[in-house]
């Protein structure tokens, strides 16, 4: 069992920068790759960036390359995504989220994560 807490979320205006962080409370966060997904009104939840469990591996949308960050840190059991110059289309409810250690398939998809977050907003302002 893992229990996942977003915070960082907050206002800003477009090319600024917010750091997310997802603390995790459970004895094997370790062990878990953890994903960031967001949802803005609307929409469907999207992939946003997803890190393996050592953290040798990384993945993002193509929306957020070279703008976001993951990154985590197994001996605080939390997991970071920096934003860097946001845009108003970053606007949304962003969730992190921790994959089952089992699961073979993609990174870039919900099915396979097992834990989420209640989620933290994001309001980019133009």
């Known amino acids: 069992q893992v229990q996942l807490v977003e915070s960082g979320g907050g206002l800003v205006q477009a090319g600024g920068s917010l750091r997310l962080s997802c603390a995790a409370v459970g004895r094997t966060f370790s062990s878990y790759g953890m994903g960031w997904f967001r949802q803005a009104p609307g929409k469907e939840r999207e992939f946003v960036a997803a890190i393996s469990w050592s953290g040798g591996s990384t993945y993002y949308a193509d929306s957020v390359k070279g703008r976001f960050t993951i990154s985590r840190d197994n001996a605080k059991n939390t997991v970071y995504l920096q934003m860097n110059s946001l845009k108003p289309e970053d606007t949304a409810v962003y969730y992190c989220?921790?994959?089952?250690?089992?699961?073979?398939?993609?990174?870039?998809?919900?099915?396979?994560?097992?834990?989420w977050g209640q989620g933290t907003q994001v309001t980019v302002s133009s």
């Open positions: 989220a921790a994959r089952d250690p089992y699961y073979s398939g993609s990174y870039y998809y919900t099915r396979g994560y097992d834990y």
